[in-house]
C-alpha cells in the first residue's frame, strides 16, 4: 500500500509538472514527500547487506571452527600415536640390549593376552613351537624375571606369572646368600621361604634372585625385593613377604629363553644391585 500511494503521489506531481503548474514548487514536494522514504530504503538496504555479510562470515566461521576441530583431534591423535611409538621403542631397545648382552639365545614375544583372575595369573604371547619355545622356557625383562611358559601351541605360548600360587622358583638372597623358595602369593605379591630361624639377617630392600640349582632358570635373575620378614616362632619355614621387581601389570614385550646356561647373569640386571 505504502509502495502504491508513493506511486500516485508520483503520478500525479509528474502531471502537474507536465501542465506546468509550479514546476519548482512540484519538485520540492517530491523531494520531501520521497526523500524519507529514500532513507528508509537505503537504511534497510545497508542493514540487509550488514546481516547478509554477518551471516556468511558466520557461516564461515562455522566451517573453519569445525575444521580446526577436526585438525585438533587429529593432532591429538597424531601426539598419542607417536608417544606411544617412542615408548614401545624405547622398551624394543632394552629388550634389544638385553638380548645381545645375554650369553644364551632368546627370543623376543609381544604379549597379546592377559589372565589374572581368581587363581590363575599368566600372559599369552605371540611365540611358539615355531620360534623354537618350549614348556618351561624362562620368561624375562630387562627388569628381571616374568615366569615360564607352560604351553606351547604353534604360534602363541602361554607363560605363568611369578604371582601365581602354583608358581615356584628355587631363589636366593643376593646379600647374604640365604636359600630358600619363591612362591605365588593370591595377593598378587611373593613369598621367599627360607629354613633358618633368624633369617640369617634379611631385611627389607634386599634383592632376591634365581639361585640357578634347577634346570629351569639361570642363576642371578631378579625375582623380588623384601617388604617384611614374617616371624612364624617355631615353624619350620619362615618367610618374607617380596614385591616382584617387574611391574607384571605392564609387561607389554618380553624375551623367552630358549638356550641353557651356567654362567651368573647378576651383572646383566642393574636392577638387581643393591
Known amino acids: 500500500m505504502v509502495l502504491l500511494a508513493v506511486l500516485a503521489v508520483c503520478l500525479g506531481l509528474l502531471t502537474a509538472q507536465v501542465r506546468g503548474e509550479g514546476a519548482a514548487r512540484t519538485a520540492d514536494l517530491a523531494t520531501f514527500l520521497v526523500t524519507p522514504f529514500q532513507i528508509v530504503l537505503a537504511k534497510a538496504h545497508r542493514a540487509s547487506m550488514a546481516g547478509w555479510e554477518a551471516y556468511q562470515d558466520w557461516k564461515h566461521a562455522r566451517a573453519e571452527n569445525r575444521q580446526l576441530r577436526a585438525e585438533n583431534e587429529q593432532l591429538k591423535v597424531d601426539s598419542l600415536r607417536t608417544a606411544e ?85 628355587g631363589a636366593v638372597v643376593q646379600r647374604t646368600r640365604t636359600v630358600g623358595l619363591v612362591e605365588g602369593d593370591p595377593r598378587g605379591n611373593l613369598r621367599f621361604k627360607f629354613m633358618a630361624r633368624d633369617g640369617a639377617g634379611i631385611a627389607p630392600g634386599d634383592v632376591i634372585v634365581t639361585s640357578g640349582q634347577g634346570t629351569i632358570f639361570p642363576r642371578g635373575l631378579p625375582v623380588g625385593r623384601v617388604l617384611s620378614v614374617e616371624d612364624k616362632g617355631s615353624a619350620l619355614f619362615h618367610f618374607a613377604v617380596l614385591a616382584p621387581v617387574v611391574d607384571l601389570a605392564r609387561v607389554e614385550e618380553v624375551l623367552l629363553v630358549t638356550g641353557r646356561t651356567s654362567e651368573d647373569l647378576a651383572r646383566l640386571f642393574p636392577a638387581s644391585q643393591g
Open 85 to 169: 611409538a617412542l615408548e614401545e621403542n624405547r622398551r624394543l631397545r632394552r629388550l634389544l640390549v638385553l638380548a645381545e648382552s645375554l650369553p644364551i639365545s632368546a627370543v623376543a614375544g609381544e604379549v597379546i593376552g592377559r589372565e589374572g583372575s581368581g587363581w590363575v595369573r599368566s600372559l599369552t604371547v605371540n611365540r611358539g613351537l615355531g620360534q623354537g619355545v618350549g614348556a618351561q622356557t624362562p620368561v624375562i625383562v630387562p627388569e628381571g624375571l616374568v615366569g615360564r611358559v607352560v604351553r606351547v601351541r604353534p604360534g602363541a605360548s602361554v607363560i605363568q606369572l611369578l604371582t601365581d600360587p602354583s608358581s615356584s622358583v
